[in-house]
C-alpha cells in the first residue's frame, strides 16, 4: 500500500496530539479525552477522502475531533439517563442511586414495589391515548433517539418529542404517587 503525505500528516504523533488536546477541552477528562482523540484518529483516518484542502488540515481534524467529543458527551448524557431511570429515581445530585446499585442483592419487597410503579407508569402513559405508548416504549425502554422513532414511526420530528415529553411526565407522575 502506499502512503500519501496526507494520510502520513493524518498518523503522525502530532496530529494525534492536536486531537487529544481539542477532545481534553470538551470532555474535561484526561481518560475520556484519549478515548475520543483515538475514535477521532479513526474517524479522521477513514473518512481521508473528504477532505477537499478547501481549509487547512488542522481545521478539518478539528472539527472531526469535536464531533467524536459531542458524540461521546452525548453517550454519557444518555448512559446517565438510563442509569437514573432503571434507579426509578430523578435525583439531580445521585444521592441514593449509588445504594441501590450497590446493594447486589434486592429484598422482594423493593421489586415488587419496583413493577408497581412500573406497572402505574405504564398505565398512565396509556390513560394518554395509544399514540403514546409506541413513542414512550421506544424512547424510554429502547433507546431509541427521537429522530430514528420519528423515522420509524413515520412522524415528525417535533411529534415525537412533544409526545415522549408528555409520556414522561405522565409516567414520572404515576412513578411517584
Not at 47 to 61: E, I, K, P, Q
Amino acid at each position: 500500500m502506499t502512503r500519501t503525505p496526507l494520510v502520513d500528516r493524518c498518523l503522525d504523533a502530532r496530529a494525534r496530539h492536536y486531537a487529544r488536546a481539542v477532545a481534553l477541552r470538551y470532555v474535561k477528562d484526561d481518560d475520556a479525552a484519549d478515548d475520543v482523540a483515538q475514535e477521532a484518529m479513526l474517524l479522521a483516518h477513514r473518512h481521508l477522502a473528504s477532505f477537499r484542502g478547501d481549509s487547512a488540515f488542522s481545521t478539518w481534524l478539528y472539527r472531526v475531533t469535536a464531533t467524536a467529543a459531542l458524540m461521546h458527551l452525548r453517550r454519557q448524557r444518555r448512559l446517565a439517563r438510563e442509569v437514573l431511570a432503571s434507579a426509578g429515581r430523578d435525583d439531580d445530585d445521585g444521592g441514593g442511586l449509588l445504594d441501590n446499585l450497590a446493594a447486589p442483592v434486592r429484598r422482594p419487597d423493593d421489586a415488587l414495589a419496583d413493577r408497581q410503579r412500573c406497572a402505574r407508569a405504564t398505565q398512565q402513559v396509556a390513560r394518554l391515548g395509544p399514540k403514546y405508548g409506541p413513542v414512550f416504549d421506544l424512547r424510554y425502554r429502547e433507546g431509541y433517539t427521537e429522530t430514528e422513532i420519528a423515522a420509524r414511526l413515520g412522524l415528525s420530528l417535533a411529534t415525537v418529542k412533544t409526545r415522549a415529553h408528555r409520556a414522561k411526565l405522565a409516567a414520572r407522575a404515576a412513578a411517584a404517587a
